[in-house]
């Protein structure tokens, strides 16, 4: 569809703005940093983030892709293992796993919590399973406690995938601390970005920690002991963390990571603020239960990364793409349905990963709504975009 006048409410390619100390502290960085890679400023990040989030070990990386495929790398997986990845996701929580040449094993989504829980892991769980990935979608942590100790029974790994959740909490815990690895997102979407890109992979065994370094950064390490040259045999060493496990380079820039060491300082308000406005937006449009949104429990709070809702068309006349249909053509208001159960899309699909029995990931990706969301959204765009969710509601009960 190509739209004759332009958006009255757009999704918005970005999650937040910076503040002028915030730029001035990046183009400081820009100006000064040399190295412009893996210098003060890393080191700066990942310590604050560290003191943010309470992790023992945390490794900046150039995304959260490239943070998930390091916990797949140091769960050491093999053809004959199968792991187990909720369906209901971004396509990046599978794909490291699925490198590995193990088998993706799909869980179903809580069709109230649009998370995964220990009940539908458990229903995936068989001798040859090898790892666990949950993912705390739309900013909303998973029921941690019983998937964790589902887990430690049976001696698995649990993985994180905290892209979209960093500063949401699980009984006073931060996301992506609880598991074994926890893996972030700085993406452009994220309620706070490094520039558009950038990751943390956090680690709980120091023995495994001990491996990033390395697999960050192609192997590079000093050499040990003295040197009489510094320049012999050569400026640095390269070998491998763990053998025959090949390296990659993962790094991320100073730049980006300046912008990180302010963010932290902000990540909850931040959170706090999306939290008033998506519980604003519940309840100005609680008239309507035909939208049912994400339940968020109590147990934690979530970083309300996303705005989802399920359009519930049984006392109405309208069904999803009625809903989407007037919100776009009539509104004008750039709503989007998001994540494609995995096992549908034709990589997985030709991978051998097409089968599923996840009722709840269908039923729900296909009555899907998500409303544009972004930190600075103006006042009368907000406005605007609950008066229109109204009205498309009024109009398909008619
Ligand atoms: C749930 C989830 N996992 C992983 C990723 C990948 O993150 P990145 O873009 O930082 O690689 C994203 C999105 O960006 C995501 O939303």
Redo the contacts with the bound molecule.
């Keep these: 569809m190509t739209m004759d006048k332009p958006w009255a409410v757009k999704w918005s390619g970005r999650g937040s703005q910076y503040t002028e100390e915030e730029i001035d502290y990046i183009v400081e960085a820009i100006r000064t940093a040399d190295p412009l890679t893996q210098g003060r400023y890393l080191a700066d990040f990942e310590e604050k983030f560290k003191e943010f989030t309470g992790a023992s070990h945390a490794f900046a990386v150039a ?3 490239c943070a ?1 495929e390091l916990a797949a790398i140091l769960c050491r997986l093999t053809s004959d293992d199968e792991v187990i990845v909720p369906a209901h ?2 396509a ?2 599978a794909i490291p796993f699925a490198r590995t040449g193990a088998k993706i094993v799909w869980a179903d989504i809580d069709p109230r919590t649009l998370v995964v829980d220990a009940d539908a892991i458990q229903k995936c769980l068989s001798a040859r399973t090898r790892a666990i990935v949950v ?1 705390h ?1 739309y900013g909303l942590v998973c029921d941690m406690d019983p998937i964790l100790s589902l887990a430690r029974e049976h001696g698995i790994p649990v993985i994180e ?1 905290a ?2 959740a960093l500063g949401a909490t699980y009984k006073g815990t931060q996301a992506g601390t609880m598991g074994d690895f926890g893996c972030y ?1 700085f ?1 452009t979407h994220k309620n706070v970005s490094t520039l558009g ?1 950038g ?1 943390v992979l956090s680690v709980r065994s120091p023995d495994l920690a001990a491996l990033v370094p390395g697999l960050r950064h192609n192997g590079m390490r000093a050499y040990e002991g003295d040197r009489p040259n510094y320049w012999l045999p050569a400026m640095g060493d390269v070998d491998f963390d763990w053998d025959g496990v090949w390296p990659y380079n993962f790094c991320i820039g100073e730049p980006q990571c300046a912008a990180g060491v302010l963010m932290l300082d902000r990540v909850d308000e931040v959170n706090a603020h999306r939290r008033e406005k998506a519980e604003r937006f519940e309840r100005d449009l609680g008239e309507y239960p035909e939208l049912v949104f994400q339940a968020t429990p109590q147990y934690g709070e979530s970083a309300r990364y996303c705005l989802p809702a399920r359009y519930d068309g049984t006392n109405t006349k309208g069904s999803r793409n009625d809903f989407m249909d007037r919100m776009a053509h009539h509104h004008r208001v750039n709503m989007v349905v998001q994540y494609h159960p995995l096992y549908r899309y034709p990589m997985f699909e030709k991978a051998g990963f097409g089968d599923a029995d996840c009722p709840h990931t269908d039923f729900f990706f296909d009555n899907m709504v998500s409303f544009p969301f972004h930190e600075w959204m103006p006042a009368n765009e907000y406005e605007y975009l609950v008066s229109a969710a109204q009205e498309t509601c009024e109009h398909l009960r008619r």
């Design positions: 995304n959260c892709t998930l996701t971004f990046a929580t993912v979608l995938d892209a979209q997102s993406q890109e990751g």
